[in-house]
């Protein structure tokens, strides 16, 4: 039987890498309801995170072996497949095994079959968080991309998929971040019923305007994202070369997927600039300076960069397939465009150059909307709701 919701809520997370878990331990931490995290991530970058040290729990060692292996110059991408079944394996049985008393467990997709069962066996809840699309789905669209782009295609393995697909069957209820995302797992025959929209919050005390962009008539556009084509950035390029104006400028931030070099050369124009991966302090000045972001993402549940920008004072121009629509208002705070369409980017492009006071009605725009939002308090406010009704028993 469940647990009843006069008990208080003692919660257990696990997740990967960072993601929005910790923002959502330190939130549960403050509310006096974490118990534990469970992290892949290296302890001396988890214990950075503002959650006591005593309530990370880290397994780095074999996405240790993974991060050394991609940087290696013999390095194929079909080797990461087998080492990702076995940390998947070997995290969720580790989690399960180390795991405290708890009466909620909330697990980022892949990461919690093993564990949910024992907390539903005990009489607690389980949550399966999925940070994007269907599994099954995103692995079908990402390689009709990877075919219309001829890109060497290496799908994840099925052991991967079957095993995420278990957990939605498990769980007592999905948290996904947008209503795209929600969509993918009703058109894959999940009940609507179990499946909740949580957006993402944002943190204004990290994120806020902290300069200008440029007044010499450059316009500035950022993207910020890993440079893969999940993200679009083949349509964001061909976008820019479409992009008729004077002084353009486009700023990239993030690590590029292997083996997209040839493809990027040949797309990437002049005034285009790689920045690499950066802190994520500097991730505001970035923003600030900049006139628009751009996510012009194929795939993605829900881009945390539009609200970060956004509480920067920055107007965004994404997809549909970003969950821009549960974040801002079409022609208010920016513009939301189909995806792998470079003319209704250039166009929205142009249309802000063009007409200078649009861009600063929907820069003021952004940024008060970001501060409606509710940050991650009301993110944290809205898991711990679905928890206490998964918990409450039936009639």
């Not at 797309?267 to 302090?281: A, K």
């Not at 649009?358 to 898991?383: F, N, P, Q, S």
């Amino acid at each position: 039987m469940p647990g009843t919701p006069s008990k208080p809520l003692r919660v257990v997370q696990a997740t990967w890498v960072r993601y929005h878990h910790f923002e959502l331990a330190r939130e549960l931490h403050a509310r006096d309801c974490l118990e534990q995290i469970f992290t892949c991530l290296p302890p001396w970058i988890a214990r950075r995170e503002t959650v006591p040290r005593e309530k990370i729990s880290c397994n780095f060692w074999i996405q240790g072996i993974r991060r050394l292996l991609a940087k290696a110059p013999m390095y194929r991408k079909s080797w990461d497949g087998p080492l990702a079944c076995l940390e998947t394996a070997t995290f969720n049985r580790w989690v399960a095994a180390c795991l405290p008393p708890c009466n909620v467990f909330i697990g980022a997709s892949g990461a919690g079959l093993h564990a949910g069962r024992k907390v539903q066996a005990r009489g607690g809840v389980y949550l399966c968080d999925r940070g994007s699309t269907h599994y099954r789905f995103q692995q079908d669209l990402l390689r009709e991309e990877y075919m219309r782009w001829k890109q060497p295609w290496c799908p994840d393995p099925e052991f991967l998929v079957a095993n995420e697909e278990s957990e939605y069957e498990q769980a007592d209820a999905i948290t996904v971040p947008s209503n795209f995302s929600k969509q993918t797992f009703v058109q894959a025959g999940v009940p609507a019923e179990k499946i909740h929209v949580v957006p993402y919050g944002v943190n204004l005390k990290e994120f806020q305007p902290v300069a200008e962009p440029p007044r010499d008539g450059t316009f500035r556009i950022l993207f910020v994202g890993e440079i893969t084509l999940r993200k679009g950035v083949p349509y964001l390029l061909e976008a820019f070369r479409r992009f008729q104006h004077p002084r353009k400028e486009l700023i990239l931030i993030g690590g590029k997927e292997k083996g997209m070099e040839k493809l990027l050369a040949k797309l990437s124009t002049p005034e285009v600039r790689y920045l690499g991966m950066r802190p994520r302090q500097e991730l505001k000045e970035e923003m600030s300076r900049s006139h628009v972001l751009v996510l012009p993402s194929v795939e993605d549940g829900f881009g945390m960069v539009m609200g970060q920008a956004m509480a920067c004072g920055c107007a965004i121009i994404a997809s549909e397939h970003t969950g821009a629509r549960n974040l801002y208002t079409d022609g208010v705070e920016g513009f939301i465009i189909p995806p792998r369409n470079p003319g209704a980017l250039a166009a929205a492009w142009t249309r802000l150059a063009d007409e200078p006071s649009t861009l600063a009605a929907m820069r003021v725009a952004a940024r008060k909307r970001a501060c409606e939002v509710g940050g991650w308090h009301t993110y944290a406010d809205e898991i711990l709701n679905i928890a206490r009704c998964a918990l409450t028993p039936a009639g």
